[in-house]
C-alpha cells in the first residue's frame, strides 16, 4: 500500500462504517490500514471495537497480538494470540515467519507450547 494513498482509503472505509456501521470487517480493515502506518492506537481501538460486535473474530485478536508484540508487551500478546487460536485462527506457517511476532518466537519454551496445544499434528518431531 502506498502512503500517499492513505487518505483516499481512510475515507473509504469511514464512509462504509457510516453507510453500515455493524459490518465487523470494516472496523477491522480500517485498523489494518492504521497499524501499517503506525498509528498503533487508532490501530488498537478498532480491533477492540470489532472484538466487542464480534468476539469470535480471530484476525483482530491477532493484529492485537501483533502490535502488543512490537511494542514489546511479550505476554500481552501471548493472550491476545491465544484468543485468535481459540477462535480459529489457523496460520500456522504465517506465525513462524511474520516479524511482527519475532519477540514471541523468542521465547522459545512458551511458543513451542502453544503451537502444541494449537497444532499438535505439526508438533510431533
Avoid at 7 to 31: F, H, Q, R, W
Avoid at 45 to 51: E, V
Avoid at 63 to 88: H, M, R, V, W, Y
Avoid at 96 to 106: G, K, N, S, W
Amino acid at each position: 500500500a502506498d502512503s500517499q494513498r492513505f487518505p483516499e482509503a481512510e475515507k473509504c472505509y469511514l464512509k462504509a462504517i457510516s453507510m453500515d456501521s455493524t459490518l465487523v470487517e470494516s472496523y477491522s480493515n480500517l485498523g489494518d490500514l492504521y497499524a501499517r502506518f503506525k498509528s498503533h492506537e487508532a490501530a488498537e481501538q478498532l480491533y477492540f471495537k470489532a472484538i466487542q460486535m464480534d468476539p469470535t473474530q480471530s484476525v483482530p485478536y491477532y493484529n492485537l497480538a501483533c502490535i502488543s508484540s512490537l511494542k514489546l508487551k511479550t505476554d500481552k500478546a501471548f493472550e491476545f494470540l491465544e484468543f485468535a487460536l481459540k477462535n480459529g485462527l489457523n496460520k500456522y506457517e504465517w506465525m513462524q515467519q511474520d516479524t511482527d511476532l519475532t519477540v514471541l518466537r523468542e521465547r522459545k519454551e512458551q511458543w513451542k507450547e502453544l503451537m502444541k496445544k494449537y497444532f499438535p499434528e505439526r508438533m510431533k518431531h
